[in-house]
Protein backbone atom coordinates (compact mmCIF):
# COMPACT_ATOMS: atom_id res chain seq x y z
CA UNK A 1 0.00 0.00 0.00
CA UNK A 2 1.68 3.36 -1.34
CA UNK A 3 0.72 6.32 1.07
CA UNK A 4 1.77 10.13 0.81
CA UNK A 5 1.63 12.79 3.21
CA UNK A 6 0.99 16.41 3.22
CA UNK A 7 0.61 19.19 5.69
CA UNK A 8 -2.43 21.88 4.71
CA UNK A 9 -3.29 25.09 6.59
CA UNK A 10 -7.13 25.49 6.30
CA UNK A 11 -8.56 28.48 7.52
CA UNK A 12 -5.94 28.87 9.80
CA UNK A 13 -5.70 25.48 10.75
CA UNK A 14 -2.80 22.80 10.23
CA UNK A 15 -3.99 19.45 9.14
CA UNK A 16 -2.13 16.73 8.96
CA UNK A 17 -2.96 14.37 5.85
CA UNK A 18 -2.01 11.00 4.87
CA UNK A 19 -3.24 9.72 1.75
CA UNK A 20 -4.09 6.21 1.56
CA UNK A 21 -5.61 2.74 -0.05
CA UNK A 22 -8.63 4.06 1.36
CA UNK A 23 -12.61 4.52 0.33
CA UNK A 24 -13.87 7.33 2.17
CA UNK A 25 -12.30 10.21 3.78
CA UNK A 26 -11.79 10.11 7.54
CA UNK A 27 -11.08 13.16 9.72
CA UNK A 28 -9.92 13.28 13.26
CA UNK A 29 -9.11 15.39 16.52
CA UNK A 30 -6.99 14.49 18.35
CA UNK A 31 -6.32 15.75 21.95
CA UNK A 32 -5.06 17.29 23.59
CA UNK A 33 -4.63 20.43 21.36
CA UNK A 34 -7.00 19.31 18.82
CA UNK A 35 -4.80 18.44 16.18
CA UNK A 36 -6.58 17.79 12.91
CA UNK A 37 -5.57 14.65 10.97
CA UNK A 38 -7.28 13.71 7.43
CA UNK A 39 -7.09 10.27 5.53
CA UNK A 40 -8.03 10.16 2.41
CA UNK A 41 -8.26 7.97 -0.56
CA UNK A 42 -5.68 8.39 -2.72
CA UNK A 43 -7.22 9.29 -5.69
CA UNK A 44 -7.91 12.74 -3.92
CA UNK A 45 -5.62 15.59 -4.62
CA UNK A 46 -4.70 18.61 -1.65
CA UNK A 47 -7.06 20.95 -3.18
CA UNK A 48 -10.13 18.08 -2.89
CA UNK A 49 -8.95 17.58 1.08
CA UNK A 50 -9.08 21.32 1.15
CA UNK A 51 -12.45 21.31 0.24
CA UNK A 52 -13.41 18.44 2.33
CA UNK A 53 -11.95 19.69 5.42
CA UNK A 54 -13.58 23.13 4.92
CA UNK A 55 -17.18 21.35 4.42
CA UNK A 56 -16.63 20.05 7.69
CA UNK A 57 -15.31 23.09 9.82
CA UNK A 58 -18.45 23.65 12.10
CA UNK A 59 -17.99 20.11 12.86
CA UNK A 60 -13.98 20.82 13.99
CA UNK A 61 -14.68 23.61 15.68
CA UNK A 62 -17.47 21.84 17.66
CA UNK A 63 -14.87 19.08 18.57
CA UNK A 64 -12.47 21.54 19.59
CA UNK A 65 -14.76 23.49 21.86
CA UNK A 66 -15.31 20.41 23.19
CA UNK A 67 -11.95 19.76 23.84
CA UNK A 68 -10.90 22.86 25.23
CA UNK A 69 -14.18 22.54 27.68
CA UNK A 70 -12.91 19.04 28.81
CA UNK A 71 -9.99 20.37 29.47
CA UNK A 72 -11.04 22.98 31.59
CA UNK A 73 -13.26 20.95 33.53
CA UNK A 74 -10.56 18.32 34.69
CA UNK A 75 -8.31 21.45 36.18
CA UNK A 76 -6.79 19.04 39.31
CA UNK A 77 -7.19 19.25 42.39
CA UNK A 78 -3.57 19.03 43.27
CA UNK A 79 -4.43 16.32 45.81
CA UNK A 80 -2.91 12.77 46.99
CA UNK A 81 -3.77 10.06 44.12
CA UNK A 82 -3.79 12.18 40.82
CA UNK A 83 -2.10 11.37 37.68
CA UNK A 84 -0.15 13.47 36.25
CA UNK A 85 2.61 12.96 33.23
CA UNK A 86 5.62 13.70 33.50
CA UNK A 87 7.56 13.27 30.09
CA UNK A 88 5.29 10.90 28.59
CA UNK A 89 5.18 8.74 32.14
CA UNK A 90 2.07 9.03 34.74
CA UNK A 91 2.85 9.28 37.81
CA UNK A 92 0.68 9.36 40.84
CA UNK A 93 0.85 12.79 43.17
CA UNK A 94 1.77 12.23 46.86
CA UNK A 95 1.20 15.67 48.51
CA UNK A 96 3.11 16.25 51.52
CA UNK A 97 1.89 19.07 53.42
CA UNK A 98 4.82 20.91 55.34
CA UNK A 99 5.94 24.77 56.10
CA UNK A 100 8.34 25.97 53.83
CA UNK A 101 8.68 26.18 49.74
CA UNK A 102 6.43 24.83 47.59
CA UNK A 103 7.99 22.71 45.00
CA UNK A 104 8.05 19.45 43.36
CA UNK A 105 10.35 16.30 43.33
CA UNK A 106 10.09 12.67 41.66
CA UNK A 107 10.66 9.94 44.18
CA UNK A 108 9.96 7.09 42.53
CA UNK A 109 7.49 6.43 40.46
CA UNK A 110 5.83 8.96 42.10
CA UNK A 111 5.61 13.00 41.57
CA UNK A 112 5.79 14.58 45.43
CA UNK A 113 4.50 18.12 46.00
CA UNK A 114 6.08 19.80 49.61
CA UNK A 115 3.49 22.55 50.55
CA UNK A 116 1.80 24.12 53.23
CA UNK A 117 -1.37 22.89 54.23
CA UNK A 118 -2.67 26.45 53.43
CA UNK A 119 -1.88 26.43 50.00
CA UNK A 120 -4.97 26.86 47.47
CA UNK A 121 -5.36 24.01 44.26
CA UNK A 122 -4.99 27.41 42.37
CA UNK A 123 -1.22 28.15 43.79
CA UNK A 124 -0.68 24.38 43.14
CA UNK A 125 -1.54 24.31 39.89
CA UNK A 126 0.77 27.00 39.43
CA UNK A 127 3.95 25.45 41.03
CA UNK A 128 3.27 22.30 38.94
CA UNK A 129 3.11 24.61 35.69
CA UNK A 130 6.11 26.08 36.72
CA UNK A 131 8.06 22.39 37.65
CA UNK A 132 6.86 21.72 33.88
CA UNK A 133 8.85 24.76 32.43
CA UNK A 134 11.98 24.36 34.34
CA UNK A 135 11.76 20.27 33.15
CA UNK A 136 11.99 21.90 29.65
CA UNK A 137 14.33 25.03 30.43
CA UNK A 138 17.00 21.81 31.58
CA UNK A 139 15.74 19.58 28.74
CA UNK A 140 15.12 21.73 25.84
CA UNK A 141 19.42 22.94 25.16
CA UNK A 142 20.91 20.24 24.79
CA UNK A 143 18.27 19.08 22.29
CA UNK A 144 18.43 22.15 20.47
CA UNK A 145 22.74 21.99 20.37
CA UNK A 146 22.53 18.69 18.91
CA UNK A 147 20.45 19.80 15.96
CA UNK A 148 21.89 23.06 15.51
CA UNK A 149 25.36 21.09 14.65
CA UNK A 150 23.39 18.18 12.83
CA UNK A 151 20.96 20.70 10.62
CA UNK A 152 24.00 23.46 10.58
CA UNK A 153 21.99 26.27 12.35
CA UNK A 154 22.10 28.48 15.19
CA UNK A 155 18.87 29.68 17.31
CA UNK A 156 18.79 33.08 18.12
CA UNK A 157 16.75 32.18 20.50
CA UNK A 158 13.63 30.37 21.99
CA UNK A 159 10.17 30.25 24.48
CA UNK A 160 7.92 28.42 26.70
CA UNK A 161 4.41 29.40 26.04
CA UNK A 162 0.85 27.88 26.69
CA UNK A 163 -0.75 27.58 23.32
CA UNK A 164 -3.89 26.38 22.57
CA UNK A 165 -3.48 24.31 19.32
CA UNK A 166 -0.22 23.73 18.69
CA UNK A 167 2.98 21.97 20.18
CA UNK A 168 4.94 24.53 18.62
CA UNK A 169 6.29 27.62 16.04
CA UNK A 170 8.51 29.28 14.87
CA UNK A 171 9.18 33.07 13.76
CA UNK A 172 11.02 32.45 10.13
CA UNK A 173 12.16 36.31 9.92
CA UNK A 174 13.62 36.44 13.34
CA UNK A 175 14.13 32.14 13.36
CA UNK A 176 13.28 32.63 17.35
CA UNK A 177 10.82 29.40 18.43
CA UNK A 178 8.33 28.43 20.71
CA UNK A 179 7.64 25.74 22.74
CA UNK A 180 4.24 24.48 24.36
CA UNK A 181 4.50 24.13 27.94
CA UNK A 182 2.18 20.52 27.49
CA UNK A 183 5.52 18.81 26.00
CA UNK A 184 6.94 18.09 28.93
CA UNK A 185 3.87 15.76 29.64
CA UNK A 186 5.02 14.07 26.42
CA UNK A 187 7.79 11.68 26.21
CA UNK A 188 11.13 13.17 25.31
CA UNK A 189 11.20 11.73 21.50
CA UNK A 190 8.04 13.92 20.92
CA UNK A 191 9.88 17.51 22.10
CA UNK A 192 13.06 16.08 19.91
CA UNK A 193 10.35 16.00 16.86
CA UNK A 194 9.18 19.26 17.53
CA UNK A 195 12.49 20.90 17.67
CA UNK A 196 13.56 19.59 14.26
CA UNK A 197 9.93 20.27 12.63
CA UNK A 198 10.03 23.58 13.78
CA UNK A 199 14.15 24.05 12.95
CA UNK A 200 12.72 22.43 9.46
CA UNK A 201 11.07 26.18 9.31
CA UNK A 202 14.27 27.47 8.36
CA UNK A 203 14.55 25.83 5.67
CA UNK A 204 10.75 25.05 4.42
CA UNK A 205 7.65 27.56 5.42
CA UNK A 206 5.23 25.32 4.33
CA UNK A 207 4.44 21.58 5.23
CA UNK A 208 4.55 21.20 1.77
CA UNK A 209 6.27 17.64 -0.08
CA UNK A 210 9.70 19.16 0.51
CA UNK A 211 8.85 19.86 4.18
CA UNK A 212 8.26 16.24 4.60
CA UNK A 213 10.84 14.80 2.53
CA UNK A 214 13.25 17.32 4.69
CA UNK A 215 11.64 15.56 7.56
CA UNK A 216 12.40 12.17 6.12
CA UNK A 217 15.89 12.35 6.10
CA UNK A 218 17.02 13.73 9.11
CA UNK A 219 13.97 12.19 11.33
CA UNK A 220 13.12 8.82 9.47
CA UNK A 221 10.38 8.11 12.00
CA UNK A 222 9.35 11.56 12.52
CA UNK A 223 5.53 10.39 11.88
CA UNK A 224 6.04 8.05 14.81
CA UNK A 225 6.62 10.55 16.85
CA UNK A 226 4.01 12.78 15.71
CA UNK A 227 1.52 11.06 16.31
CA UNK A 228 2.57 9.78 19.50
CA UNK A 229 2.72 13.48 20.37
CA UNK A 230 -1.31 13.37 19.04
CA UNK A 231 -2.51 10.37 21.27
CA UNK A 232 -6.12 8.92 20.52
CA UNK A 233 -8.66 10.93 18.43
CA UNK A 234 -11.18 12.47 20.38
CA UNK A 235 -13.39 12.44 17.86
CA UNK A 236 -13.23 10.52 14.25
CA UNK A 237 -15.46 10.77 11.53
CA UNK A 238 -15.86 9.11 8.35
CA UNK A 239 -16.97 10.95 5.22
CA UNK A 240 -18.48 8.80 2.87
CA UNK A 241 -18.30 9.70 -1.20
CA UNK A 242 -20.55 12.50 -2.10
ZN1 LIG B 1 5.06 23.49 11.14
Not at 19 to 43: M, Q, S, T
Not at 82 to 87: K, L
Not at 98 to 122: C, K, M, N
Request: hydrophobic fraction near 35%; proline fraction near 5%.
Amino acid sequence: MSTANAYLTVRGIDIDVIYKDIKNLHIGVYPPLGRVRVAAPERFDDDQVRLAVIQRLPWIKRQRETLRAARRQSEREMVTGESHYVWGLRRRLKVVERPGRTHFEVEGERLVLFTPSTTTAEQRRSALDQWYRQQLREAIPGVIQSWEQKLAVSVPGWTLRRMKTKWGSCNRATRHLWFNVELAKKHPDCLEYIVVHELAHYFESNHGERFARLMDKQMPDWRRRRDQLNGSPLAEEDWGER
